[in-house]
């Protein structure tokens, strides 16, 4: 292993400017699977606020005792789905109004609205799913007159985040597939350049391991360069973004660790490709 450590760090030296425009070239294309990733973070972001504002409203019919209303509240609260569940009185929910909507507040008379449950749901419960179900148990309710949670809003925003899900796998694969091309593209290169050499080692009794071991090693570290290099730049992109556009948010430490490993696996899998179809020519 120690040879083809070895021998993996020669071929870069033995073709330095070659190894330097693979490295780029794997760069590249990472950092531009990076740029969309950076873009797919903030929409996801963007849109987990929005999620956060996902609300039930279970109006309470007039003349409901306050105990059957205090009953149901504790009921609601215990569903696996709810964050917090919050009886709002007919006053507070006349003070609610005219705070949020002061340029109507004379429309406001005391009385004209009703009692309500509040509902707010735990993350990974915010899907159009979830909420029909909620909104569909708390209809159950004798006292309650209608629910009411923005259907259609709800609808959409799940909509959206699936067509971002979509965009972000199909153009990760594209970019992954365009990186491995290139790599095997530079490994296959080595390989027809040491030719004759791989030949001798087969005929002093190498196995195909043997001679397979320093190109995989090649390529990983190929990858792996170049997703440093692309992380050093999406950085870089996310900083320039933040500083004259908009506060952007950049990667974890997880994910950025995950990026740098994809460029390993990458760099691996490309290599793989190109030694195994290629040694059988030498």
Known sequence: MTLAWREALLAF????????????????SLFAFGL???????????????????????????????????????????????ATAVLITPTQALERARRELGEFSDVFDAG???????ITLKPGFRDPASVRSVAAR???????????????????????????TLAGTGLGLTFAIVAVIIIGSTIRMAVLARAREIAIMRVVGATDGFVRAPFLIEG???????????LVMTWTASEMIGRYVFAAEFFDVRLAVVGIF??????????????GRHLKAV
């Open 112 to 118: 004209i609205l009703p009692a309500s449950i509040d």
């Open 36 to 82: 969309f990733g950076l873009v797919a973070l903030n929409i996801r972001e963007a849109l987990t606020r929005l999620e956060d504002r996902v609300e039930i409203r279970a109006f309470v019919a007039d003349r409901t005792p306050a105990e059957a209303a205090a009953t149901a509240l504790g009921d609601v609260q215990a569903f696996p789905e709810v």
């Open 262 to 275: 994809a460029g390993t696996v990458i760099g691996l899998a490309g290599s793989a490709f190109s030694v």
């Open 220 to 230: 990983a570290l190929k990858g792996t360069l170049g997703g440093l290099l692309a």
């Open 13 to 28: 030296r033995r073709s330095p400017m070659l190894s330097a425009l693979s490295v780029t070239t794997i760069a590249f």
């Open 138 to 164: 708390l209809r159950t309710y004798d006292f309650i007159e209608d629910v009411r949670y923005g259907e259609e809003w709800v609808e959409k925003l799940q909509e959206i985040r699936n067509v971002a």
